[in-house]
């Protein structure tokens, strides 16, 4: 079973209102088992939301409570956060999960690179705090981008 980020598969869970729907990676997943989460909305976010960056921290850090989130207008939503990646690994669970496909770079989604909190669009090494504790269950995550990339060159062999 393969946890997804629901904003991937069309629905409008992100934080603009919008999504990120992805046709390659529908079309990738036809046969395979998966579940869409939105971790934000699962946390509590309304949808639309205000920009939330990971501040000077990763999501590893923000797990050891060494790390905060705010968002655009400086509001502390780091529980909110916490609290989303807690029910998102308690539904990978119940689903028998071992593999999560995730949208990089956001606050609880992104994998190995996210926003550097300065809202300015530049990145830093880490994790969001949804991939970094459903890492330390002991769950395969990978971005979107490297999983399209895998298929595609596993097909062309
Ligand atoms: Fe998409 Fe994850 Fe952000 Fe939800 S929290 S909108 S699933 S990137």
Do not use: H, W
Request: with cysteine; charged share 20%; hydrophobic share 30%.
């Amino acid at each position: 079973m393969i946890l997804i980020s629901a904003c991937l598969l069309g629905y409008n869970c992100k934080y603009n209102g919008g999504n990120n729907f992805n046709p390659d990676l529908l079309k990738l997943l036809k046969n395979e088992s998966f579940i869409p989460i939105c971790p934000e909305q699962l946390g509590g976010l309304p949808t639309p939301r205000i920009a939330c960056e990971i501040q000077n921290a990763t999501g590893d850090d923000v797990l050891l409570g060494k790390g905060k989130i705010y968002n655009k207008n400086g509001y502390d939503l780091t529980s909110l956060f916490v609290q989303g990646a807690k029910r998102t690994l308690i539904e990978a669970k119940k689903a028998g999960v071992n593999k999560a496909i995730l949208k990089s770079k956001s606050p609880s989604c992104g994998v190995n690179q996210i926003y550097d909190g300065s809202f300015t669009s530049k990145l830093k090494n880490g994790d969001g705090v949804t991939t970094a504790l459903l890492k330390q269950s002991g769950i395969e995550v990978i971005s979107a981008e490297d999983y399209i990339k895998g298929e595609k060159s596993n097909e062309s062999n």
